[in-house]
């Protein structure tokens, strides 16, 4: 059992309960205005419908707390297991992921009544006793429930834009645009030496996020801010879309083949840049953080401006030291991102952690001595450590609850529906 | 001004209202037991959601009937001509095919809501005195959407079987299975000499069913009944799918890629077969004709059985000359196909007109002198007469009304979602 | 045994050896500058490497005529079977069409002994009695051979093209072009009635050019000459290839997918046009027989012109009847056509035969009470006969004795590197 | 200019002239015994053509440095830059690789004869006093020319191999197999600490070998050998291509969709197991490293171990300090691997470099501080830097005098056509 998860048990057990009900509501509240067909959308493989991630949350609790607490307990109902597995082989055969969307029974409302049944018998077994590791399995499910809202958020964004009428997935929110240039970017100098990074101590964290660590750095500098629109407007003004000596190899045959002009969700209008938001088609931005951004384009843009990504150390780094001195400067830059969700997704913003993503020059590997979990829940994380890079902070449509600095996101270097941006570096 | 559309005028303006009115509510009525999520799957480009055709016969009727009378008049809504225009070129841009399953706005209610708006409004229309043409383009309107009804069948059919728990369309359907094997079929000889084939007088009929022309045949023999099941199972036990030579080279190519082992649907059982009907599944009844199979799989059968395929004229000329003595024994063996759906949707059936639809040998094109109408509704047949073979009868889907021996069916020879057999043909 | 087999014993058999050295002696005199790279080139999956035409065509005689007169005799090579066989299914398995520009062994200089070796072993053979049957599949095997080197011909053409340096087949060839604009065409009026078609009698054909067999035609006109360049280009400028109206539906996605703007081989110069020929790159002639379209364009053209292309019957009707007069004037208008090769392939041409294949509007089917030969050599021609056009006349790069009115060459509707023209028709 | 390119001025231009003859001569010796169609293979588009890798060698001293050193040149032949730049966008167009295999024009002999050209121009510039940054850039293209030797060993190979009747590239090679099993590996303990690794000082590296660097590492063990075929053998009887725990996500999505079921290039032949090697087919020499495996199957068999692979960090460090103490074990262990080719490519061996190259678990990117040369030869590492692993070490297709221990190798981890094979660590 890991140190946060005795913790959990010493000191949270009372409020888990209490922290249940909360994140699971928070997920039906993502979908309170969906209609039953949006439901449906699965517009790119990579993307989940809306009721795939309802019922494969609740699945996550059913096998790997209910039913490891009870072997002999009968499913829910057997075809869920197939259905709503997304990659856990230990568990059994499941449904190719580019499939979810042709999963028109069960229905919207007998998914919901799934969630129903599942919760009541979670009710029932937290107002029991329970041991450490259910606790820690529990706490675990509920992070992983948050990372599905978040992959909601998005997925659903997707959908609705592939939706012939792009249709606004929550049409209030589209935020009053205050089009001022943000200040330049100001660039904090970190020394070099050797640091300890990840995980440590209290707190819930992925098994990614460990073991805590020895690095060395070389001294460096990172902005204070991340890249704002207005900036990226220049990088695609100076012609970056159009010049090879910027891009990755890689990254260029992607921009050609996928026919990438601006960031996802851009597009032209006259002289100017629309923007499709959750809330509806509107003016870029310049002050507001872009994104939506490949690893590819975010890091072309840094060599055009004469920089780098930070790794994902320097980012930790920057992300700790900096924070304890609380006037940073990078941490009053905070600006909201209003591209995507309501202020009940996330009331307060730094633009460090919630703002957007940050991709880092970091492919996604396991820390030295890095092990994967027993079991099923072994494949969390472990098996993805190849062919993605690592994004820091975390954006508006992440849970706040969520957010720490040590959190390791990672998405192929191609993806661009995430909430993904980028913040410069150099060396000192 | 065609003849068929003149006798409209005269004798069935009257009629034109009531009929409107129940091939409208029938379309409805396919889709009564459907759950909203069910309206959005389209498992693979060919087959469109049933929300789609849905608004798509509405739109046809809105176009080229409300809009044609009315040019001023205000569409119903702007985007729906995008959205649900399926191949009408002059008409304007449309939705790319394979993207109709990611329209989940407007949804089925709004559908239904644009249904009842245009059933008004041609209800007003049909009230007055309307002209020859009008008349000619709402009975074609209605043919038109009593061909989405059967494609409506068949690809909810192919939906809910993509399904991962293959839920059945319409539970009540699968009907008790009586196996007791079909008698052997028997051989009608039909003299040669020179015809005359297609549409001719009085009644609708599509454009491509004329002009009515004289062909040559030689003398054949055509068999009374439609290929079975059990027959085709011998097929397969005699190493049917194994064996290059009975195969067209493209057949081949399509049965290995696809991996066919037997008709679509089926499955294998221990020893035996299993099928999936829209009912659910049920085991193969060998008595009732063998169906879902494409044109490679029809002529492979009949190179085995030792026959071949008739060709459309040597179809249309037994359907109509032998139909004449109503006692002709073909006429009599019919058998009801309870594959796909129950008596309310065709109480009667003959076989070679209701039982199956039966792969000609034809290719399809053209008739001699056949030329498309001028304008939109010139795009509805002639610009497929390409890559495609012809069927004919029809279907237990097929709604009565529907069925006529001049009738052509086309598909391309691969297809297997459509409720496809075959029957034999020899030369004399 | 066929009549012409028949015929071929009775007074060919002196000949027959003659006119086997001839033929095979022209194939490699096809071949005669090529460098051994050139020989491997396969640029498309339908196309062939010279290398593998030279064996295959020799493959051919060492299976059907030498190991079937004794059957006991060891192959030449066991693995010239696996390669060199195209698709005899009969005679086992075979490599993958894909693959056969990756056969770098044996090499050519191997390949030309191998044909040495057989053309010695049938000298031997052609020096004793043959009996009819053995006469009758070297006759077969005469023809199959010349249709290779019409392959032959287009294949390497295809494969020079794709060489990034588009280097010429034959540096000779291009031929100074004289752009007088070519006469308009007549149309010749043909009347309607009870017609035969088919092979009948004396001379070679393949089986699918019978049996000679009745059809009824309607009278119809028929131009006297292929539709010309300077036709085309008024087509394409027309925007016939941005005019969806014109094309039928499987075409118009072929096109687009494509990237169709001209004919294959044409490339845009300014304001005019140029055309790679196998002599080189040169001006396109607005007098010449267009060239290199698919049935597609050849069918969109005819509808931007107000007439259709021909079927098959009528086509042939038409070469039989109108050349009995030997003055009709589409037998005069014949030009060469300088696009692929040199006066050593085809010294004298005909517009009807000889200029471009002509595509007509008929599918490739069988006739009525058409059989394939028993054996592997039914292979030849029945089993393609779905999704293929019919193409009549023969090109300057057919060779003269293999030209004859009866004659069916079939390709799919979207091919484009043969030699396909079109001349246009008309209902009377 | 990099140090170790002003050591090259001081005290090798004497022996550059030598040098740049010999490897050029190598090049040549290796492909002494095609035949000139197997220059043309490009089996898969990764692999290039024989005649493309003597060309594009050849180019680049004709580009960087001889039209560097005169601009006013003209080109040796104005075609050449576009076909055989292999991706330097910054000197104009290409080929794009997959239509590598279509150059059939320049033949070999114009191939070879533009390398005597060239050979003769450098050997006048060689003749006089060049400056440093001349030298430099020839010793990069002497390096650059090492490096396309062993890549053409491993394309030809593969292209052999695809040719269908697998005709040995170098049929005296394959030597006679010695099958005692392999002494059980030892493992070698390195303490953690704070380490340099890169390349520093004297001699030629590439750019991405620095900047040399602190690191931190733990303590780790590292095995005294490479894995062996037999041990190899033991993971698959075990079921290791069925079991996915074992297996990154996307690893087991490639063996899945890649039919893997052993290395590349083994086949099964009744209870045993072949090998295609340059020499021809053999059997599996138990003892012999393991080779042609992908990064995704040495990772699976280092989890299926009990171990992992090393970081590049602890092989470099591992390969310097262990190399210090002369009789350290697993520098004894070394044996010839004779799956590739003779000792005249390389005739000594060590089995940490000359033996397989070794897949490492380090993701290749750019080192800190690391930046590209300016202008086009900046292209030459950098843009990689993505979705690659790094392999350390080198293999007995590598020239020796090219082999280091800085030097990083790189390739996508599904990638099997290389030497690759790996080496076993674990944590302290």
């Not at 129903?116 to 029932?124: P, T, V």
């Not at 879309?241 to 026919?259: F, H, K, Q, V």
Request: hydrophobic share 40%; charged share 25%; net charge negative.
């Amino acid at each position: 059992m890991p140190d946060w998860a005795a913790e959990a048990v010493a000191s949270q057990r009372a409020e888990l309960s209490h922290r249940y009900a909360r994140v699971r509501e928070q997920t039906e509240a993502l979908c309170a205005e969906l209609e039953p067909e949006d439901y449906m959308l699965q517009p790119v493989e990579e993307a989940s419908p809306a009721k795939w991630h309802l019922a494969h949350t609740t699945w996550f609790f059913e096998v790997f707390v209910l039913t490891a607490a009870r072997p002999e307990r009968a499913p829910y109902d057997p075809s869920y297991g197939y259905l709503f597995n997304s990659y856990y082989n230990a568990v059994g055969e499941r449904l190719p992921r580019s499939r979810r969307g042709l999963i028109s029974r069960p229905t919207v409302a007998a998914v919901l009544a799934y969630r129903r049944a599942i919760d009541d018998e979670m009710a029932e077994l937290l107002a029991d006793r329970i041991d450490h590791r259910t606790a820690a399995v529990i706490e675990l499910g509920l992070n992983h429930e948050q990372q599905h809202q978040e992959l909601l958020v998005t997925d659903l964004k997707l959908g609705f834009w592939h939706n012939p009428t792009k249709p606004a997935v929550w049409p209030g929110v589209a935020a009053a645009v205050d089009d001022g240039s943000a200040a330049p970017p100001r660039w904090i100098e970190v020394p070099g030496g050797l640091r300890q990074i990840g995980h440590a101590g209290s707190g819930f964290a992925f098994d990614n996020e460990g073991p805590r660590h020895t690095t060395y750095v070389r001294g460096y500098r990172i902005a204070d801010r991340p890249v704002c629109c207005g900036e990226f407007l220049a990088f695609i003004e100076d012609g970056g879309y159009d010049r090879p000596e910027l891009w990755l190899s890689d990254g260029w045959a992607a921009a050609r083949s996928g026919g990438w002009r601006a960031p996802l969700y851009w597009e032209r209008d006259g002289d100017g840049w629309m923007i499709y938001t959750a809330g509806g088609i509107r003016a870029v931005d310049r002050g507001e953080p872009v994104c939506h951004v490949s690893f590819y384009e975010a890091d072309a843009f840094a060599r055009w401006a004469g920089a780098r990504l930070p790794t994902e150390a320097e980012w930790e780094i920057a992300a700790v030291e900096l924070r304890q001195g609380t006037t940073g400067p990078f941490l009053e830059s905070g600006r909201m991102h209003p591209a995507v969700v309501a202020d009940d997704v996330q009331p307060t913003l730094k633009a460090m952690m919630g703002g957007v993503w940050e991709w880092t020059s970091s492919p996604y590997v396991g820390y030295p001595g890095y092990r994967p979990a027993e079991g099923a829940l072994g494949e969390y994380n472990g098996k993805f450590m190849c062919n993605q890079m690592v994004l820091r902070g975390g954006s508006c449509a992440t849970p706040v609850s969520h957010i720490r600095p040590t959190y390791r996101n990672f998405f192929p270097p191609e993806a661009r529906w995430q909430l993904s941006g980028l913040r410069l570096a150099q060396d000192a």
